[in-house]
Nanobody, 116 residues
Framework: HVQLVESGGGSVQPGGSLRLSCTAS????????MTWVRQKPGQRQEYLGA???????YYPDAVKGRFTISRDNAKNTLYLQLNSLQIGDTAMYYC???????????RGQGTQVTVS
């Protein structure tokens, strides 16, 4: 079955950086679009970007230029580089297999990022 395990979260000061990782198993990682979302308490999840099987990346304007998604297919690992972090970036961050709107979308358990 599909398993996605995020890591790399933590506490950081404003202006700092973090790199999140997502290790995938249970499916052919290299053949799938992977996405990142985040969720703040009491709010809906927010789409942060995607990387296709061909390594094309897409970002919403809200994070473009600050967040970067990459993948290492040899390691079945997805990454999210977070730069110039702001207090408003505090949230639980999740990686996902597929687009959040897909019926078979799966996301991991998340990793907490706290900016203060």
């Amino acid at each position: 079955h599909v398993q996605l395990v995020e890591s790399g979260g933590g506490s950081v000061q404003p202006g700092g950086s973090l790199r999140l990782s997502c290790t995938a198993s249970g499916f052919t990682f290299s053949g799938h679009t992977m996405t990142w979302v985040r969720q703040k308490p009491g709010q809906r999840q927010e789409y942060l970007g995607a990387i296709t099987a061909a390594a094309m990346t897409y970002y919403p304007d809200a994070v473009k230029g600050r967040f970067t998604i990459s993948r290492d297919n040899a390691k079945n690992t997805l990454y999210l580089q977070l730069n110039s972090l702001q207090i408003g970036d505090t949230a639980m961050y999740y990686c996902g297999k597929g687009w959040p709107t897909d019926t078979n979308y799966v996301r991991g358990q998340g990793t907490q990022v706290t900016v203060s």
